[in-house]
C-alpha cells in the first residue's frame, strides 16, 4: 500500500484520528527563554528544505489532515518562509507560533503568501521580566510589541498572546493580559499555557487547579475545543484559552497531532524521541506509508 488519497485517514490504536499537523521548520532562535521545551528536540541539525516541507504537508493533505502549525525554535529565522507558504497545498487553517521579534517587516507578506493566523508568546508586559524570561538584550521587548501590531494590521488574526505561567513570576499578570488583549477588540485573545517543566525550575510550576478556579469564578461561559479538549473562558467578552499539558489524560486522549522534526522526522509524541520516522529523504511515493507507520506508533503519554 502506498498512495494516499482515496478518503483514507489516520487513525491511531488509541483512536485517535489525525486531523493537524505540527511541524517544527527550525530549532534556532534569537531568544533563550528560561523554560523552553524547542518542541521536545535536543540539539541543533539540518534543517529540511522547502521541497521536503512541500512534499510532506501535500501528502498530510491527502490523508485529510487540513490544519497546519508551524513552529521552532523560531520560525521567522527561515527567509524562505513565505516561499514555503506559496507552495502549500490548501488547507483550512494554516498557523504560525512564533515569539515576533521579526515579524513587523515580515506580517504583510506571511498574509500574501497564505498564511492564516499567528499565535505570539508574549508572557509578560514589563520589559525588564521580558528580558529576565527570555534572557534577551533591551529592545526585543518593544519588537514583539511591533510584532502583535503588525500582525493585527496584516489580518493575520485571531492573534493568540501565548504566555507561559511562571509562578511568582508573571502569574499575577493575568488581568493585566486579558485588558492588554481586550485593547484590540476581538482581534487577540490570551492563551495561558501550563508549564511543561524539562529544565528543573520547580520553583515556577503552578496550581493548574487553582487557576482554573479563579478563570471559572469570574466566567460568564466555558467553551470546549476539540484539540486537547482544552477549556476556552469567556471573561468580560475576552476569551482566554487554557493549556494544560501536564499530567493530563484528557488532554492527550484528544490529541489529534502529528508533528513533524525540524530535520524532517515524524515524530507521534512532543514528550517522546525514541519512536521518530525519518522522511528527510523519502520520495513523495514513500511518504504514505511512513504516514502510517508514525501513527500506528501514537501512544497517548499520559493514560489511565
Ligand atoms: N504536550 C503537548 N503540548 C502541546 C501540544 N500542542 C501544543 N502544545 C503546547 O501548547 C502551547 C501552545 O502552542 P501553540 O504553538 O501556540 O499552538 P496551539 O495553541 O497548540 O494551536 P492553536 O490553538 O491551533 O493555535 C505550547 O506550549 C505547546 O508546547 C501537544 O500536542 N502536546
Ligand atoms: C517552542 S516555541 C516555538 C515558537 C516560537 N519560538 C515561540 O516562542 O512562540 C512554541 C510555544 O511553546 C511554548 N513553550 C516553550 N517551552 C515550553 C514549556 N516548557 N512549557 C510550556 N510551553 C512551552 C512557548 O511559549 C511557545 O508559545
Ligand atoms: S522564543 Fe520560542 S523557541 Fe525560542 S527560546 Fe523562547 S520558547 Fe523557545
Ligand atoms: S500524546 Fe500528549 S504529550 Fe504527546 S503530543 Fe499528544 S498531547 Fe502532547
Redesign the pocket.
Known sequence: MSSAGTGEVLTDSYGRTVR?L?MSITDRCNLNCIYC?N?GHVGHSREMPVDTIVNIVEVASQFGIN?L?L?GGEPLLRKDLEEALTRLPDMR?I?L?TNAVLLRDRASSLKDAGLDRV?ISLDTLDPEKYRTIAKCSTGMFDRVLDGIHAAVDAGLTPV?L?M?LLKDLNDDEIKDMLDFTRGYGGDVML?L?EL?DFRDLPQYRINANEVEKSLLSVSSDVQVRE??KRKKYIINGAEV?F?R?VDNTE?CAN?N?LRVSADGKLKPC??VNNNLVDVLNATKDELPDLFRLAVSKRVP?CRD
Do not use: A, G, W, Y
Request: charged share 30%; with cysteine; aromatic share 8%.
Open positions: 493537524s505540527r521545551h518542541e490544519r502549525k513552529s487553517d498557523s507560533t499565535n493568540k501565548n507561559v492563551q499555557i511543561m484539540l486537547h484559552e493549556v499539558p488532554f490529541c497531532r512532543l514528550l503519554f
